[in-house]
T-cell receptor, first 112, second 110 residues
Framework: NAGVTQTPKFQVLKTGQSMTLQCAQD?????MYWYRQDPGMGLRLIYY???????DKGEVPNGYNVSRLNKREFSLRLESAAPSQTSVYFC???????????FGSGTQLSVL | GQQVMQIPQYQHVQEGEDFTTYCNSS?????IQWYKQRPGGHPVFLIQ?????EVKKQKRLTFQFGEAKKNSSLHITATQTTDVGTYFC??????????FGTGTRLTIIP
């Protein structure tokens, strides 16, 4: 049982490049999330998807787009990467309202 | 905006000493959750508190939810090296937005 799987684990981009972070969960969860983690700032919500077919902005959505491809998969796209997007990105999911989140192992992204 | 503040940011304790981290919300929370993140790892859900004044224990960890449902604390008794990591509180604003505190990083001096 893999839980929440994120790819890639590490990525280095040049300013202006684009990329997509992939996330898949095999727990049949309805809700999925993307957070970024920066030193001293905790985890900040970028986007979330309460159910298949819906997405909503979190605290820091600028510069990102998301796609809830199906119930299992929720991808995060950086169209034109900037150094300020250097961070660790976590995908998470949960089954029902107000339950605990299950996190993936994270993607460490550096934008030069 | 909705904020969840956590103090202290860092805590260094001798092994065997107690540790406490405090969490405060700008608004009343429907419930609060606690997570632990080991160095280099991902956050792992520990517990959820729902009721005003609720106290829950997990072995050496004691979690409290304030009477006004705007603050919470995590207390670890007699810390061990396995307790090393960052502890986050998180509050639900609405049904789907979970806002995390800034975290308290605990280091243990053997």
């Amino acid at each position: 049982n893999a839980g929440v799987t994120q790819t890639p684990k590490f990525q280095v981009l040049k300013t202006g490049q684009s990329m997509t972070l992939q996330c898949a969960q095999d727990m049949n969860h309805n809700s999925m999330y993307w957070y970024r983690q920066d030193p001293g700032m905790g985890l900040r919500l970028i986007y979330y998807s309460a159910s298949e077919g819906t997405t909503d902005k979190g605290e820091v959505p600028n510069g990102y787009n998301v796609s809830r491809l199906n119930k299992r998969e929720f991808s995060l796209r950086l169209e034109s990467a900037a150094p300020s997007q250097t961070s660790v990105y976590f995908c998470a999911s949960k089954e029902q309202v107000w339950q605990g989140l299950f996190f993936g192992s994270g993607t460490q992204l550096s934008v030069l | 905006g909705q904020q969840v503040m956590q103090i202290p940011q860092y805590q260094h304790v001798q092994e065997g000493e107690d540790f406490t981290t405090y969490c405060n919300s700008s608004t009343t929370l429907s419930n609060i959750q606690w997570y632990k993140q080991r160095p280099g790892g991902h956050p792992v859900f520990l517990i959820q508190l729902v009721k005003s004044g609720e106290v829950k224990k997990q072995k050496r960890l004691t979690f409290q939810f304030g009477e006004a449902k705007k603050n919470s604390s995590l207390h670890i008794t007699a810390t061990q090296t396995t307790d090393v990591g960052t502890y986050f509180c998180a509050g639900w604003f609405g049904n789907e937005k979970l806002t995390f505190g800034t975290g308290t990083r605990l280091t243990i001096i053997p």
